[in-house]
Each structure stands twice: as C-alpha cells, then as structure tokens.
C-alpha cells in the first residue's frame, strides 16, 4: 500500500512537497518513508529487520 500526503497548510508546505509512505501488505508496518522538501530534494528512509512490541530490558532509557 502507498499513501502520498500532500501538505495543504502554507507552513508544512515550506518544508514538504510530499510525504510518500509505503505499507507491508501482510503486516500493515511502515515499509519506507520519501519526502520531497521545497527545493526538490529527496529524503529516503528504509525500515527492514523490524520487530513489533519487542520486550526492552529495564534501564535501557534514562529519564531525566
């Protein structure tokens, strides 16, 4: 699945052109992320290796 949102407020439109988010089919997860900034140049984000709901040992973050 594909969703490309298009920013309609002028203040997200000076730093977005588009947001292009693609979707596993069988899981629903993000699969990659592209956005198009003002100037035209591209951001790509590639999520693989993904785990869902994974247990984290206590300690791992510290509050401040």
Do not use: W
């Not at 992320?33 to 785990?51: A, K, L, N, P, Y």
Request: net charge negative.
């Amino acid at each position: 699945y594909k969703v490309i949102l298009i920013p309609q407020q002028r203040r997200i439109k000076q730093m977005a052109e588009s947001i292009e988010v693609v979707f596993d089919r069988p899981t629903h997860l993000i699969k990659s992320v592209q956005m198009v900034d003002d100037s035209g140049d591209t951001t790509f984000i590639r999520f693989s290796e993904c785990e869902v709901n994974k247990e984290l040992p206590d300690g791992i973050f510290r509050l401040n």
